[in-house]
């Protein structure tokens, strides 16, 4: 059974970060930062209440700019925060309506994006190629 090697790993790290970079320029814009972005998509994707700490350590960023990113997300009217009632001194952060409506039209406009490149560029074999290479790219995002 043939291994990977180095080579292989590096291009095809490269090819999945152009294309990462390709969907943030075809989507970028809108009334918030790109950094702001990450961090109300992050409120989002918890499902629950979360705290400003929680985010930085899920995000490996830093508390000024977490920090920074709440007062903007808090300004557009993205996010609520409020105090822990079992803990007086947590903040507990969660997306507005509004701030989820934001996230589900820059999904889309990913996924428009990406839909219509896929369309004009692959032909019908390398739709079907491309669907199993996301299956297989999702196991190895799943690996324990």
């Known amino acids: 059974m043939a291994s990977v090697n180095d080579d292989d790993v590096r291009v095809l790290r490269q090819q999945v970060n152009?294309?990462?970079r390709r969907l943030?320029?075809?989507?970028?814009?809108?009334?918030?930062?790109?950094?702001?972005?990450?961090v109300l998509f992050a409120i989002h994707r918890a499902n629950a209440p979360i705290t400003p700490g929680e985010l930085t350590t899920e995000l490996q960023m830093t508390s000024s700019n977490v920090a920074a990113s709440l007062r903007e997300l808090d300004a557009a009217h993205y996010i609520t925060r409020d105090r822990d009632t079992g803990d007086g001194r947590r903040?507990?952060?969660r997306t507005t309506p509004t701030g989820a409506d934001a996230v589900e039209e820059h999904r889309r406009g990913k996924d428009?994006?990406?839909?219509?490149?896929?369309?004009?560029?692959?032909?019908?074999?390398e739709q079907r190629e491309l669907q199993h290479?996301?299956?297989?790219?999702?196991?190895?995002?799943?690996?324990?």
């Open 91 to 93: 903040i507990l952060l």
């Open 24 to 38: 943030r320029r075809e989507t970028s814009g809108g009334p918030i930062s790109r950094t702001a972005r990450q």
């Open 133 to 144: 290479a996301g299956i297989l790219l999702q196991r190895l995002a799943d690996r324990p």
């Open 112 to 125: 428009a994006w990406l839909a219509d490149a896929i369309n004009a560029t692959l032909t019908p074999d």
């Open 18 to 20: 152009a294309l990462q």
